[in-house]
Nanobody, 129 residues
């Protein structure tokens, strides 16, 4: 079992930055796919960013079009932590952000939330205008 705990959310003004962290325990995240998803009030959960093992001792990463150029995902396997770096935040980025991980997901499916088995509790991000 993998336990995931998100942190780093909060209230920020439009144009500001936040870094979300997802700390894993129970198992190493090395080789796991890890993703960030978000859900705004009254809306469905949506994909934000993900990283998956691409072979050759490297991970690949992808971000949603809506956050491309503003958000990046990174990971530190030594710290068993995945990060979401969010810049130029907009009010429409307001949501609960969830971290997810799974050992079987590959590059082809890492954007699909239903494929992930392990989820954190979420952290609230509120961007004021």
């Amino acid at each position: 079992q993998v336990q995931l705990v998100e942190s780093g959310g909060g209230l920020v003004q439009a144009g500001g930055s936040l870094r979300l962290s997802c700390a894993a325990s129970g198992r190493t995240l090395r080789g796991y796919a890890a993703g960030w998803f978000r859900q705004a009030p009254g809306k469905e959960r949506e994909f934000v960013a993900a990283t998956a093992w691409s072979g050759g001792n490297a991970y690949s990463a992808v971000v949603a079009q809506s956050v491309k150029g503003r958000f990046t995902i990174s990971r530190d396997d030594a710290k068993n932590t995945v990060y979401l770096h969010m810049n130029s935040l907009k009010p429409e980025d307001t949501a609960v952000y969830y971290c997810a991980a799974d050992p079987l997901i590959n590059e082809a499916t890492m954007t699909k939330g239903l494929e992930y088995d392990y989820w954190g509790q979420g952290t609230q991000v509120t961007v004021s205008s």
